[in-house]
T-cell receptor
Framework: EAQVTQNPRYLITVTGKKLTVTCSQN?????MSWYRQDPGLGLRQIYY???????DKGDVPEGYKVSRKEKRNFPLILESPSPNQTSLYFC???????????FGEGSRLTVL | AQKITQTQPGMFVQEKEAVTLDCTYD???????LFWYKQPSSGEMIFLIY??????QNATEGRYSLNFQKARKSANLVISASQLGDSAMYFC????????????FGKGNQVVVIP
């Protein structure tokens, strides 16, 4: 089954404790991206990757890091989480072009 | 830069009736794609329908249709014969050839279907 898998789905952590949200896709897609969703703001792109070892900032990259060492994986790293990073996070992938984005199920993160 | 605007307030719709969700967009890309996603209370993003900017006909997927008016830069979603399971947040989004496959999202429309 074609899918994008994120982990963890739910996480409560404290300010400053490094965390990683993993994302994996099994569709051999070149393009992957991370979004955060906040009430009243819709979804905003954090980082994206066009291919292995190729990453770039989206609209709201501050406080986040990413890596793309393998085509299937695109982890999101919060080196020192802060309460304003409390949000619902989505990983997504697409084969490219103006085609459908396949979303993961979302990861709800709370930073206390 | 691409911009999506969804300005309708939350909507109540009677079961079995049709509902139209408005979406306008702005882009300088000659080629772009328009999408609608559904997000139920459980949180996942569900792809509904896609319209390419060069598609001659309006896209349809079952009870969903996209009313694409290119000159007006609008891409309204029509849901026919609403069902209780259609209660959700609906997002309009777009991507363009110069957008690095980035989806620009609107802020969403909340729809509640009442029996």
């Amino acid at each position: 089954e074609a899918q994008v898998t994120q982990n963890p789905r739910y996480l409560i952590t404290v300010t400053g404790k490094k965390l990683t949200v993993t994302c994996s896709q099994n569709m051999n897609h070149e393009y992957m991206s991370w979004y955060r969703q906040d009430p009243g703001l819709g979804l905003r792109q954090i980082y994206y990757s066009m291919n292995v070892e190729v990453t770039d900032k989206g609209d709201v990259p501050e406080g986040y890091k990413v890596s793309r060492k393998e085509k299937r994986n695109f982890p999101l790293i919060l080196e020192s989480p802060s309460p304003n990073q409390t949000s619902l996070y989505f990983c997504a992938s697409t084969p490219g072009g103006a085609g459908e984005l396949f979303f993961g199920e979302g990861s709800r993160l709370t930073v206390l | 830069a691409q911009k999506i605007t969804q300005t309708q307030p939350g909507m109540f719709v009677q079961e079995k009736e049709a509902v139209t969700l408005d979406c306008t967009y702005d882009t300088s890309d000659p080629s772009y794609g328009l999408f609608w996603y559904k997000q139920p209370s459980s949180g996942e993003m569900i792809f509904l329908i896609y319209q390419g900017s060069y598609d001659q006909q309006n896209a349809t997927e079952g009870r969903y249709s996209l009313n694409f008016q290119k000159a007006r830069k609008s891409a309204n979603l029509v849901i026919s014969a609403s069902q209780l399971g259609d209660s959700a947040m609906y997002f309009c989004a777009m991507t363009g050839v110069s957008g690095n496959n980035r989806l620009a999202f609107g802020k969403g429309n909340q729809v509640v279907v009442i029996p």
